[in-house]
């Protein structure tokens, strides 16, 4: 891809974070932007922090209703015309506890949004992104869709599914005019986590700029460069991931979160 100029460029999870940090740049950019997120309050914030000129369409839904999503991309196309870039950047972050004191409900919110979301919103928008003469999917997955951490295993299957799911597409659009991107932020200075008890992760590991990733992600976008890992820890994340052990890998990882998880959950290590 060439640019993003005059190109309808599609953001989930926009009121915040990296997707707030993704409409700026590619409004400086001079795309043509479709911008969602569940909270209507934070994404209006976003709109008026655009230039002027900007032309953005928006709507304020839960990434994880398949109808509201496919009504979503049906006004996109008729409102702007079809998609040629897709940002499925939308997310929340799990409970913060081991598989047993997590409850079903969680694991299905964290999945129904993490990963349907990416699921029903790629599948919604590719018959726009296929007509397009250059196509871009971008689906954000994390550091923890490559690494198991203690007390998130909720938010990694969502993660590990967004990358599997997006990898097998991928696959399957060899060939075609769209090129598939997967992203595996690390620790990007985000609201994601919102809970009182998640501020001490926040603090010690949540400290990359979104502006940062963005940059990188819509430069591997333009690059034709198929998978960004990036921000504080993933590149080390990543490594370890291919070269170590699952046992050597899943100490190292407890070491490194071991002062910031809540103990009152675990039974006691003799």
């Not at 922090?49 to 496919?70: H, K, M």
């Not at 430069?219 to 699952?246: C, E, F, H, W």
Request: net charge neutral; glycine share 10%; charged share 20%.
């Amino acid at each position: 891809m060439k640019s993003f100029a005059n190109k309808v460029v599609v953001v989930t999870g926009a009121g915040s974070g990296m997707g707030r940090a993704y409409a700026k740049l590619l409004a400086e950019r001079g795309a043509i932007l479709a911008l969602n997120d569940y909270n209507e309050a934070e994404l209006a914030e976003t709109v008026d922090l655009l230039p002027p000129s900007t032309r953005a369409f928006t709507r304020a839904y839960d990434v994880s209703d398949r109808g509201a999503t496919y009504a979503f991309a049906a006004e996109v196309s008729a409102e702007l015309g079809d998609a040629a870039v897709v940002i499925n950047n939308a997310g929340i972050e799990g409970s913060g506890r081991p598989v047993w004191a997590t409850g079903d409900e969680i694991f299905e919110r964290v999945m129904d949004v993490n990963f349907y979301g990416v699921m029903h919103s790629s599948r919604a928008f590719l018959p726009q992104l296929l007509r397009n003469p250059e196509g871009a999917l971008v689906n954000v997955s994390s550091i923890f869709g490559l690494v198991g951490a203690p007390s998130s295993a909720d938010y990694c299957a969502s993660k590990f599914a967004v990358r599997g799911f997006t990898e097998a597409l991928a696959a399957e659009l060899i060939g075609t005019s769209v090129a598939v991107h997967l992203v595996h932020p690390g620790g990007i200075a985000t609201n994601i986590s919102r809970r009182e008890e998640s501020q001490a992760f926040n603090r010690k590991y949540l400290s990359t700029p979104p502006e940062e990733i963005a940059e990188v992600v819509l430069d591997a976008v333009i690059k034709g460069r198929s998978r960004v890992v990036y921000g504080n820890g993933a590149k080390k994340t990543a490594l370890g991931a291919r070269l170590l052990p699952m046992k050597l890998l899943a100490q190292v990882v407890r070491r490194d979160v071991d002062g910031v998880l809540d103990k009152k959950d675990y039974p006691a290590r003799g």
